[in-house]
Nanobody, 123 residues
């Protein structure tokens, strides 16, 4: 079992930045590929970014490419999502997630996920 706890969400104006963090505990952090997905009211869940065990392979949804950066600190058991140039359409609950694999794609299924953190971008 892996426990994931997100933090760093909040209210920001369009064009602003936020950095989300996800603290992991439980099983060995480096055994898992990680990712962020988001869900807005009335919309389907969207996988935003993924990162491999080592951090060497990343994937981004087209909607965030060039604006968001996923990273991980394996020494601190923490996953990050740096979000720049935020837009109102980025408003959603953001979840971090883990998959017991070397890496994963945006369509991979997750094994574990956290409770989420709200991100609201005002226009």
């Amino acid at each position: 079992q892996v426990q994931l706890v997100e933090s760093g969400g909040g209210l920001v104006q369009a064009g602003g930045s936020l950095r989300l963090s996800c603290a992991a505990s439980g099983r060995t952090f480096t055994n898992y590929a990680l990712g962020w997905f988001r869900q807005a009211p009335g919309k389907e869940r969207e996988s935003v970014a993924t990162i491999s065990r080592s951090g060497g392979i990343t994937n981004y949804a087209n909607s965030v490419k060039g604006r968001f950066t996923i990273s991980r600190d394996n020494a601190k058991n923490t996953l990050y999502l740096q979000m720049n140039s935020l837009r109102p359409e980025d408003t959603a609950v953001y979840y971090c997630a883990a998959r017991y694999s070397q890496s994963m794609t945006l369509s991979s299924r997750y094994d574990y996920w956290g409770q989420g953190t709200q991100v609201t971008v005002s226009s």
